[in-house]
Every structure is written in structure tokens, then in C-alpha cells.
């Protein structure tokens, strides 16, 4: 009887492990799906920073060449 007894609460420390696995389960499940969730937001974000390095570059570049255009003007009328 005693036996009996022993294998019983192994089972049932069995079926605690399995729902204690179950739900570890789910929650790396939804801990990969956050992540996963993370990571595209982020590469979306170094995309549009990417972006907007660009058009600062372009806008750098920009303004350089205005200012010689400029100066170069401004050369020109004081030669004159």
C-alpha cells in the first residue's frame, strides 16, 4: 500500500512538472514573440535614423555649396 501511495505522488508531482513546463512554454512563447515585436520596431527606427542622417547630409552638402556659390558672388561685387 505504501508503494501505491509513493507512485501516486510521483504522478502527481509528474502532471506538476508537466503544467509547470506548459506554462513556462507559453511564456517563452510570448516572450519571443515581444522580442521579435522589438526588434522590427528597432530596425525600423535605424532605418528612419538612417534616413534622417541622410537628408542632414544632403542638407550639410547643401548649404556648402550655397555658401561658395555665395561668396563667390560676393568676391565678384567687391572686385568690382
Known amino acids: 500500500m505504501e508503494s501505491y501511495t509513493h507512485l501516486t505522488s510521483l504522478e502527481d508531482q509528474v502532471k506538476t512538472y508537466e503544467e509547470q513546463v506548459q ?5 517563452i512563447k510570448d516572450l519571443n ?3 521579435s515585436a522589438t526588434h522590427s520596431e528597432m530596425t525600423t527606427k535605424e ?3 538612417k534616413q534622417h542622417a541622410k537628408v542632414a547630409e544632403e542638407a ?3 548649404m556648402a ?8 558672388i560676393a568676391m565678384m561685387v567687391l572686385v568690382y
Open 60 to 62: 550639410v552638402s547643401g
Open 23 to 27: 506554462t513556462l512554454e507559453g511564456e
Open 65 to 72: 555649396l550655397f555658401l561658395r556659390y555665395y561668396m563667390k
Open 33 to 35: 514573440e515581444k522580442l
Open 47 to 49: 532605418n528612419l535614423v
